[in-house]
C-alpha cells in the first residue's frame, strides 16, 4: 500500500516525520535511484529506499530508544545545522546516534536550556508534536523587572501573537531577584518561541529560560539524581508509557 514517504520513514524508526522532509530536501534521499521529493508516495513493499547512498529497509529498523537529555545554552535541537552549530545529537556517543534515527521530540531554542526528549519512535514524536495533543511543559524563567499581577494574569488568560491568542496558561511569581523575577510558567501549546515572546511583548524581556519537566517527566525527581547540563538518561517504563498515554487521548 502506498503511503507518503516522510510517514513510512518515520514509522521505520528512521527519523521523525520532520527529520524526513529535510532529508528530501537536501536530496539524501532516492526512491528506486532518482532523487526523492517532498510528498512522494511510495510502496514500500516494491520501491527501494537508500538514504546518502545507503538502502534503508524496514528489516533493518533499530531498537526503540527514549531518552531525556539537559540540554546546554547554545546546542541546537536539531539533527542537522546548516551553520555547523553543535547539535543535540553531538551531545551522544557513536552508538546512539549513528544508524539509530534519533531525533530530538519538539525543540528548545538554541539560548534555552532544560528538558528534552530523544527517540527514534517516529510515531510517539508525530503524536506528541501534533496540535491535537497538548503535553504540558514546565519552565523556570528569569525575566527582567517585577511584573505586577495584572500582567501575569493576562498572561495567564491567554496573549495575542500574529492575530491568534494563545491557549491560557500557569504563571507564578516564585521570587524577586534585585531588579529581576523568577516565573514558574507551565504551557499546553508549544508556539515558537512563545514563552521569550509573550514577555518581551507585556514588558518583561527573558532573559534565561529553562523547562524542568516535559508533563510527568521531570529532570530532577527524589528517586533520581540531579541530570546535569549535557547529560541524558534512558527514560524508565513508566515514563515511556506517560507519552504512549498522550497520544492515545486527543486534548483539543
Known sequence: MEARLQKILAQWGIASRREAEEMIRHSRVRINGALAHLGQKIDPEKDAIAIDGKPVSKKQRPALIYLLLHKPAGVVSTCYDPHR??????????????????????????????????????????????????????????????PPETVLKMWRQGVMLEGRKTRPAKVQLIEHCGEQSFLEIVLQEGRNRQIRRIAQQLGYPVIKLHRTAIGAIQLQTPKEPFLSEGKYRSLKNHEIHFLQDQITQPNY
Do not use: Q
Open 85 to 146: 552549530r553543535p547539535t543535540v545529537l553531538d551531545l551522544l556517543p557513536k552508538e546512539l546516534r549513528e544508524g539509530t534515527g534519533i531525533h530530538p521530540v519538539g525543540r528548545l531554542d538554541a539560548d534555552s536550556t532544560g528538558a528534552l526528549i530523544l527517540t527514534n519512535d517516529g510515531n510517539l514524536t508525530f503524536g506528541l508534536t501534533h496540535p491535537r495533543h497538548s503535553i504540558s511543559k514546565k519552565y523556570r524563567v528569569l525575566v527582567e523587572g517585577h
